[in-house]
């Protein structure tokens, strides 16, 4: 069932879009997954904001039809945490309208982030308590509406960067580091690139790290910057160039990144750490960067991230890795990367057989590229961390891919899979897998549909030797009562526990007041319950009363015992 709720107009060219996803049985809680794009200016997610709903055209057993009602006021605490975080965001990165008026510090961005959320809910809340409209629609129109302007005001007010008006570059001697941004994020042109960049031009100066992040360097300022790494290429060991062409047309933006690129040509002898984040990187721009390091040995940290390398890109990146047998680090996230390229990186991650942290979330790799890259996880013995949430895995993909860590990586601290449709039958692998990590300090397999029987065989896999367990992650799982209660007693006894999230489930008033009270003499260390659906459980098995508590119970009671397999 797939609601879309259309409105919340706010400033300008705002538009917004509620995407409502429903578990896949019928339930009277719908998750809204999609964003708020609050167009040019700001972008929210509420990924966790949920509504209350009957079920759409569901037809009852007493052959009544449910009738759809929806709730969207007053968003949640989480909710309006995230949308100041947001908010922060904004302020302080690249728009057109921080362009235009300039950008805030972190510090300032968050502070202003939190006066203007509290300045729109409370207004919002008043005219809603005063005006109840139902569903709460237009309140929410009218809460969106009164944070972008306000953010508006914000940057109108708010310090502009003069054409006069030149940061001095950070210089730590101790570090040798070499670093243009002091808060502020803007472009850079020739004449400020002259000063800005003089330092480096000083003989026998010994910078060895450049961080050229959040300045945005077009054609002129590039030529000027291109001469001077190039008389300084063989020192330098980290290179960060992040978001170091946001807001440029595409076309200078390649050229830009062109330039840098002939000009680092050779660096490959020393390069250690390379970061090319928040750039925009095209599949152009992509095999440009393959000139930039086409055969380092040296090369332990490579990051791309929220870029648009999609599968050609991916292929060009993969020719990269495989000249990187040193690497350590690398990450690959949210770069619209499909089957083709997943199925390309995942071949070439085999011969960076010293990596230790992987981070490729938030791509679209499917079933067969989590299977290419299950084979090369196999050789992956000094993995610490992966990160693998929301690349459409499903079952399959994640099974083999359980398997494969499941004979890697005997000290991984980390595991994410979020988000990739894995449901109880993929459960024993995964249970098998997470049983022989006794390193492990976070698990997070939240958005996922593992429901009671999953959850209950995960929770077996929490056995002797989770000692440095932390943090376990099982939101919107479609969990109940039983497979909550089993998770808790599971965790509640380890040593260095600190938080579990079983928020968005099926979880009724009693089951949260068993949560509660197993965990009554360490309150903190339980994560939020406001959004479960208190109803759920009763709604999604169509029973009631003690015939529902008793199939809970009979399932509980069946995998009590169960044995998790550490071996196959």
């Known amino acids: ?24 049985r019928t339930q009277s809680v719908v998750n809204i997954v999609g964003c708020y794009s609050f167009s040019i200016l700001w972008n929210l997610n509420f990924r966790q904001f949920r509504v209350k709903a009957d079920c759409n055209g569901f037809q009852a057993p007493n052959g009544e039809r449910q009738h759809v009602t929806i709730k969207l006021w007053p968003p949640s605490q989480n909710t309006r945490q995230m949308l100041v975080e947001r908010m922060k965001n904004n302020l302080s990165t690249p728009t057109i309208f921080t362009t235009k008026y300039g950008s805030l510090s972190d510090v300032e961005a968050l502070k202003h982030a939190k006066q203007i959320e509290e300045s729109a809910f409370t207004s919002a809340n008043q005219h809603y308590e005063q005006e109840p409209d139902g569903d709460g629609s237009s309140v929410v129109q009218m809460y969106a509406s009164e944070c972008s302007k306000l953010i508006l005001d914000v940057l109108k007010n708010g310090p502009r960067i003069g054409e006069k008006e030149l940061v001095k ?11 243009i941004f002091k808060g ?9 690139a002259q000063t800005l960049l003089s330092p480096l031009k000083e003989p026998g100066n010994s910078y060895t790290k450049i961080r050229f992040s959040n300045r945005s360097f ?15 290429k063989s020192q330098l060991k980290e290179v960060d160039l992040s978001d170091f062409v946001a807001g440029r047309p595409e076309a200078e933006a390649l050229d830009v990144m062109s330039i840098f690129s002939e000009a680092l040509e050779g660096s490959q002898l020393s390069l250690e750490e390379l970061y090319l984040m928040n750039d925009g990187i095209s599949k152009e721009a992509a095999q440009a960067v393959c000139e930039l390091v086409p055969s380092t040995e040296k090369l332990r940290v490579l990051h791309f991230h929220n870029n648009m390398t999609g599968d050609e890109g991916a292929i060009a990146i993969s020719e990269i890795l495989r000249c990187c047998p040193s690497l350590e680090d690398f990450r690959c996230s949210s770069t619209r990367v499909g089957s083709e390229g997943g199925v390309a990186l995942s071949e070439a991650l085999a011969e960076c057989k010293n990596l230790k942290k992987l981070d490729l979330r938030d791509n679209m790799f499917g079933v067969e590229a989590g299977i290419k890259l299950s084979e090369s996880l196999y050789k992956h013995e000094y993995l610490t961390q992966i990160y693998l949430s929301y690349l459409n895995l499903e079952d399959d993909g994640a099974v083999a891919i359980a398997n494969a860590l499941k004979e890697a990586a005997p000290s991984l601290t980390v595991l994410e899979m979020a988000g990739n449709d894995i449901t109880a039958e ?38 002797e030797g989770h000692d440095q367990l932390k943090e376990v992650d099982l939101s919107l799982n479609s969990i109940r009562r039983a497979a909550a209660r089993t998770l808790a007693q ?19 008033e009693e089951g949260i007041d068993e949560l509660k009270d197993i965990f009554k003499e360490c309150a903190e260390k339980l994560g939020p319950l406001d959004e479960n659906d208190l109803d759920g459980e009763d709604f999604d098995d169509m029973e009631s ?4 508590e008793d199939s809970r119970d009979e399932l509980e009671e069946k995998l009590k015992d169960l044995d998790v397999n550490r071996e196959d």
């Open 490 to 508: 599971a965790l509640v006894r380890l040593p260095g526990f600190k938080l579990l999230n079983v928020n968005g489930n099926f979880i009724s």
């Open 426 to 463: 993929a459960a024993p692998s995964m249970a098998a897998c997470i049983s022989t990590k006794t390193a492990l300090t976070k698990l997070n397999l939240s958005e996922n549909d593992l429901k009671d029987e999953g959850a209950i065989q995960i929770s077996k896999a929490f056995g």
């Open 218 to 232: 077009g054609l002129g300022a590039a030529r000027v910057a291109g001469p001077i790494l190039a008389s300084i």
């Open 184 to 192: 502020q994020r803007a472009f850079i042109e020739e004449d400020e």
């Open 169 to 179: 570059p950070k210089v730590d001697s101790a570090e040798t580091v070499f670093d």
């Open 1 to 24: 069932m797939l609601f879309s709720i259309l409105g919340f107009y706010g400033f300008c060219f705002l538009v917004h879009f509620l995407n409502v996803k429903a578990h896949r």
């Open 545 to 548: 009363g003690d015939e529902d």
